[in-house]
């Protein structure tokens, strides 16, 4: 196996079971809450501290009656047991019901008895540990089951002892028996009656809890509130804010709350995940914001690693927020190759002010947010031609690491991969808006220097034009080849292009038409890649999915730039495609068309997407955003709106916008009008979309 053999392979398949999870502790286990085969377990730090659990009901056979999720943290499975000799006896009722809480599991069982007589009934729970890392899980390289620990019998608890955790089982109940083979027990059950047993299971480093509890800000975000004849879009706004407050983990080494990228894999902070997700959120929470530009500031890169590609100032890509679990050699917590973190951190400093974040809040930042613009052009640049080139520093690190950060992501217009460096389209995109960012936060602290990132981002706009703009696709390029070659490729990176404000106002119209185009979008959404290049493939990670956050940020660029109705119909797209999935959108979908015979007309979930996922939660707030044409700039004292509201969604009133310290309100009574209420004297309200140069 090379060693990129990894970045081949697609994260372990979970199938049509059940994931619960709290802050960084999560469950998987199969439809009957057991967990028997990859990549189920508990996991607690990034490792998984029980592997196996299985209830067996001796001379009993079982049918599932419901199993699903109750909360994030919860799941239930009802079952009915008969015995296997028959007989007119009344079936059992058996439930097992789990509840996950940082650093442990709870397991409760229930056996009721319906029948007027006495019944017996013997249970089992057998328990094995493995403690492998969550990596080796992910990747389908954790040990076999053959390699588990046995158990140590310590008093009336089993314990299994790894090398930095210990993970303790026991019973509530002392008329459960405890050995080396599981817990168990001989039920003798009253006529109607229930008998309930309760087994903890905990982690434990060093003889305490192995993860923290969340923090009481953890279910506080403020949240926006939807008046709408639509109940889907109000179902997919509560589900997405939902999605969000549940990701909130605890950053032990700031001693505050972030937030993590996805549930089961990801439950960890991400630079470019939980930047976007921030920016989703920032007109309706900027606390959020903060909180995670400080816990990417307390791990801004600081030396040069090659290992970790850690640089000066870098924005870091992913970290483990255990030590216990190392993502390279050398203990090496925390992860640099992403090309496109760092500026984003620029940019949402700038829109949590820009949105009422008190200035003085980020004055703090100031010398984080200087570094990334420093690292953008020291180690950013790595052949001084203008553009940030995506290329990994490490041969164990991600050959690809903008967004679309798969092996096989970046094609030219003949399907064939493109081998690092590449300048990627949507990277220098970030970087002009995060040039435009450095110059509003210049003038908002009374700076001098406004002008001056003003001018470096006009320079960079018109340099990004000349190379990759594509007449012939009407679209500008997916990237730069190592030769500073466009690739013709037409992709929704373009479309980046469109809320960072980098596209020049004549390459507006043209470019919107192309994303718009049947090539691109689909009736769920807008495809990574277009459907007539070779490359293309619905099931693609991202040469023909589609992702969520990628259209909602789509929208929301067609929207600041004038394009309401189109805005709208990428927006109705999305919301279709949460109503397949109960309101709440997973990572990324196939990009198979309505029209598509195979698809059945419903969306086709992509089989390894994270469920929640941070950007994918996000997302529907920044549909609101969109149709309305909302813009905040509360130091200036301004608020723009350019709504062009779906039909299905009018009337719309947004509640609970906060900007400041006021809470604003927006109703719109038609597709084109909205007004603004609570609006204090110092801010005007104007009409028209936010991009007009």
Same mark, same amino acid.
């Given at each position: 196996?090379?060693?990129?053999?990894?970045?081949?392979?697609?994260?372990?398949?979970?199938?049509?079971?059940? %994931?619960?999870?709290?802050?960084?502790?999560?469950?998987?286990?199969?439809?009957?809450? #057991?967990?028997?085969?990859?990549?189920?377990?508990?996991?607690?730090?990034?490792?998984?501290?029980?592997?196996?659990?299985?209830?067996?009901?001796?001379?009993?056979?079982?049918?599932?009656?419901?199993?699903?999720?109750?909360?994030? +943290? !919860?799941? !239930?499975?009802?079952?009915?047991?008969?015995?296997?000799?028959?007989?007119?006896?009344?079936?059992?009722?058996?439930? /097992?019901?789990?509840?996950?809480?940082?650093?442990? &599991?709870?397991?409760?069982?229930?056996?009721?008895?319906?029948?007027?007589?006495?019944?017996? &009934?013997?249970?089992?729970?057998?328990?094995?540990?493995?403690?492998?890392?969550?990596?080796?899980?992910?990747?389908?390289?954790?040990?076999?089951?053959?390699? =588990?620990?046995?158990?140590?019998?310590?008093?009336?608890?089993?314990?299994?002892?790894?090398?930095?955790?210990?993970?303790?089982?026991?019973?509530?109940?002392?008329?459960? /028996?405890?050995?080396?083979?599981?817990?168990?027990?001989?039920?003798?059950?009253?006529?109607?009656?229930?008998?309930?047993?309760?087994? #903890? *299971?905990?982690?434990? =480093?060093?003889?305490?809890?192995?993860?923290? $509890?969340?923090?009481?800000?953890?279910?506080?975000?403020?949240?926006?509130?939807?008046?709408?004849?639509?109940?889907?879009?109000?179902?997919?706004? +509560?589900?997405?804010?939902?999605?969000?407050?549940?990701?909130?983990?605890?950053?032990?080494?700031?001693?505050?709350?972030?937030?993590?990228?996805?549930?089961? @894999?990801?439950?960890?902070?991400?630079?470019?995940?939980?930047?976007? %997700?921030?920016?989703?959120?920032? $007109?309706?929470?900027?606390?959020?914001?903060?909180?995670?530009?400080?816990?990417?500031?307390?791990?801004?890169?600081?030396?040069?690693?090659?290992?970790?590609?850690?640089?000066?100032?870098?924005?870091?890509?992913?970290?483990?927020?255990?030590? #216990?679990?190392?993502?390279?050699?050398?203990?090496?917590?925390?992860?640099?190759?992403?090309?496109?973190?760092?500026?984003?951190?620029?940019?949402?400093?700038?829109?949590?002010?820009?949105?009422? &974040?008190? $200035?003085?809040?980020?004055?703090?930042?100031?010398?984080?947010?200087?570094?990334?613009?420093?690292?953008?052009?020291?180690?950013?640049?790595?052949?001084?031609?203008?553009?940030?080139?995506?290329?990994?520093?490490?041969?164990?690190?991600? *050959?690809?690491?903008?967004?679309?950060?798969?092996?096989?992501?970046?094609?030219?217009?003949?399907?064939?991969?493109? +081998?690092?460096?590449?300048?990627?389209?949507?990277?220098?995109?970030?970087?002009?808006?995060?040039?435009?960012?450095?110059?509003?936060?210049?003038?908002?602290?009374?700076?001098?220097?406004?002008? %001056?990132?003003?001018?470096?981002?006009?320079?960079?706009?018109?340099?990004?034009?000349?190379?990759?703009?594509?007449?012939?696709?009407? /679209?500008?390029?997916?990237?730069?080849?190592?030769?500073?070659?466009?690739?013709?490729?037409?992709?929704?990176?373009?479309?980046?292009?469109? @809320?960072?404000?980098?596209?020049?106002?004549?390459?507006?119209?043209?470019?919107?038409? %192309?994303?718009?185009?049947?090539?691109?979008?689909?009736?769920?959404?807008?495809?990574?890649?277009?459907?007539?290049?070779?490359?293309?493939?619905?099931?693609?990670? =991202?040469?023909?999915?589609? @992702?969520?956050?990628?259209?909602?940020?789509?929208?929301?660029?067609?929207?600041? @730039?004038?394009?309401?109705?189109?805005?709208?119909?990428?927006?109705?797209?999305?919301?279709?495609?949460?109503?397949?999935?109960?309101?709440?959108?997973?990572?990324?979908?196939?990009?198979?068309?309505?029209?598509?015979?195979?698809?059945?007309?419903?969306?086709?979930?992509?089989?390894?997407?994270?469920?929640? !996922?941070?950007?994918?939660?996000?997302?529907?707030?920044?549909?609101?955003?969109?149709?309305?044409?909302?813009?905040?700039?509360?130091?200036?004292?301004? *608020?723009?709106?350019?709504? =062009?509201?779906?039909?299905?969604?009018?009337?719309?009133?947004?509640?609970?916008?906060?900007?400041?310290?006021?809470?604003?309100?927006?109703?719109?009574?038609?597709?084109?009008?909205?007004?603004?209420?609570?609006?204090?004297?110092? *801010?005007?309200?104007?009409?028209?979309?936010?991009?007009?140069?």
């Amino acid at each position: 196996m090379t060693s990129d053999a990894w970045q081949h392979a697609e994260p372990s398949l979970h199938h049509g079971g059940l %994931t619960i999870f709290s802050g960084s502790t999560f469950a998987i286990t199969n439809a009957l809450g #057991d967990m028997l085969t990859e990549p189920q377990g508990l996991f607690v730090a990034d490792q998984r501290v029980l592997c196996r659990l299985r209830l067996l009901l001796d001379q009993h056979e079982t049918v599932v009656l419901r199993a699903g999720p109750e909360g994030d +943290d !919860q799941a !239930q499975v009802i079952r009915r047991a008969t015995r296997h000799t028959g007989g007119s006896e009344r079936a059992l009722l058996v439930s /097992t019901a789990l509840r996950v809480q940082p650093g442990s &599991l709870e397991v409760r069982l229930m056996f009721r008895n319906n029948d007027s007589t006495q019944r017996s &009934l013997s249970w089992r729970l057998t328990l094995a540990a493995d403690f492998a890392n969550i990596f080796a899980v992910k990747e389908g390289r954790a040990p076999t089951h053959g390699e =588990h620990l046995q158990p140590h019998l310590d008093d009336d608890r089993l314990e299994f002892i790894g090398p930095t955790m210990t993970t303790r089982v026991s019973s509530r109940d002392a008329t459960v /028996t405890v050995s080396t083979q599981g817990m168990s027990e001989t039920l003798h059950l009253p006529p109607r009656d229930t008998v309930t047993r309760v087994v #903890d *299971i905990q982690a434990l =480093h060093n003889g305490h809890a192995a993860a923290h $509890p969340l923090t009481s800000a953890s279910r506080r975000l403020h949240r926006p509130q939807v008046a709408t004849r639509s109940s889907e879009l109000a179902t997919a706004v +509560d589900k997405g804010f939902a999605d969000v407050e549940a990701l909130r983990i605890h950053d032990s080494e700031t001693g505050s709350d972030t937030l993590a990228a996805g549930a089961p @894999w990801f439950m960890t902070l991400f630079g470019r995940d939980s930047l976007i %997700t921030a920016l989703m959120v920032a $007109p309706f929470d900027q606390n959020l914001g903060l909180q995670v530009l400080r816990s990417l500031a307390h791990r801004q890169g600081r030396v040069v690693d090659p290992v970790s590609e850690e640089e000066p100032g870098r924005i870091l890509h992913e970290t483990r927020m255990s030590a #216990d679990v190392s993502l390279f050699e050398g203990h090496r917590t925390r992860y640099y190759g992403s090309t496109d973190a760092t500026p984003l951190f620029v940019i949402l400093a700038a829109e949590l002010v820009r949105n009422g &974040l008190a $200035p003085e809040a980020v004055r703090e930042l100031m010398p984080a947010v200087d570094g990334c613009l420093g690292w953008i052009e020291k180690y950013g640049d790595l052949d001084g031609d203008g553009f940030v080139e995506s290329v990994r520093r490490s041969d164990a690190g991600l *050959i690809n690491q903008g967004w679309k950060d798969s092996w096989n992501a970046i094609v030219d217009g003949a399907g064939m991969v493109v +081998d690092p460096p590449v300048s990627l389209v949507e990277v220098q995109a970030y970087v002009y808006a995060a040039l435009r960012a450095r110059a509003y936060l210049a003038r908002v602290l009374g700076e001098s220097s406004g002008a %001056t990132w003003d001018s470096r981002a006009r320079h960079l706009r018109e340099a990004i034009d000349a190379a990759f703009w594509l007449p012939e696709l009407r /679209t500008y390029a997916l990237a730069l080849d190592p030769e500073n070659r466009p690739l013709a490729s037409s992709a929704s990176n373009a479309g980046h292009m469109l @809320w960072t404000g980098a596209a020049l106002p004549a390459r507006v119209g043209p470019l919107a038409a %192309t994303l718009m185009s049947r090539r691109l979008r689909t009736h769920w959404g807008v495809r990574t890649l277009a459907s007539d290049h070779p490359a293309f493939d619905p099931l693609g990670y =991202h040469t023909g999915s589609v @992702w969520p956050h990628d259209t909602a940020l789509i929208a929301w660029g067609l929207s600041r @730039w004038g394009f309401g109705r189109a805005a709208a119909e990428v927006s109705e797209s999305l919301l279709r495609a949460a109503t397949h999935f109960g309101g709440s959108l997973p990572e990324l979908i196939a990009g198979l068309d309505a029209s598509d015979p195979i698809s059945g007309s419903s969306p086709v979930r992509f089989p390894t997407a994270c469920s929640p !996922q941070a950007w994918a939660a996000g997302s529907p707030m920044l549909l609101l955003r969109a149709v309305l044409g909302l813009e905040l700039d509360r130091p200036n004292g301004t *608020i723009q709106l350019h709504p =062009h509201v779906p039909e299905a969604w009018l009337p719309l009133t947004l509640h609970q916008i906060r900007s400041g310290g006021e809470r604003l309100l927006v109703r719109a009574a038609s597709s084109g009008e909205a007004e603004m209420l609570g609006v204090p004297p110092d *801010i005007s309200v104007a009409q028209g979309p936010f991009f007009v140069d």
